[in-house]
């Protein structure tokens, strides 16, 4: 059973920094895309970023570019995303998400190009 789960959200003073955790479980976690997304009250569901299955392709939505960074550790089928200089406007869910297809190919930003998400974890920016 695929199991996605994140951790690290929480209350945050705008400039403040958090890092989200994916722990994974039930795939082959090194061959699989990933992917965050997140979603604010009364708005659609936005991707934030995608890492490849090794790592060395990483990108992001404009809104986050300079200010989150995506890694992985395939050792340890952890995903991860560094949340600096953070806005009010960051304030969302945040969730993590498998890549429907494994190793490469175009597809990453969208909702349907991933297969399995996780809970989300509250990401509040307020002073």
């Known amino acids: 059973e695929v199991r996605l789960l994140e951790s690290g959200g929480g209350l945050v003073q705008p400039g403040g920094s958090l890092r989200l955790s994916c722990a994974t479980s039930?795939?082959?976690?090194?061959?699989?895309?990933m992917g965050w997304f997140r979603q604010a009250p009364g708005k659609e569901r936005e991707w934030v970023s995608y890492?490849?299955?090794?790592?060395?392709?990483?990108v992001y939505a404009d809104s986050v570019k300079g200010r989150f960074t995506i890694s992985r550790d395939n050792a340890k089928n952890t995903l991860y995303l560094q949340l600096n200089s953070l806005k009010t406007e960051d304030t969302a869910m945040y969730y993590c998400?498998?890549?429907?297809?494994?190793?490469?190919?175009?597809?990453?930003?969208?909702?349907?190009?991933?297969?399995?998400w996780g809970q989300g974890t509250q990401v509040t920016v307020s002073s």
């Open positions: 998400a498998k890549r429907a297809s494994p190793l490469g190919g175009s597809g990453y930003t969208r909702s349907q190009d991933f297969n399995y």
């Open positions: 039930g795939f082959t976690f090194s061959t699989y895309g």
């Open positions: 890492i490849g299955w090794s790592g060395s392709t990483t």
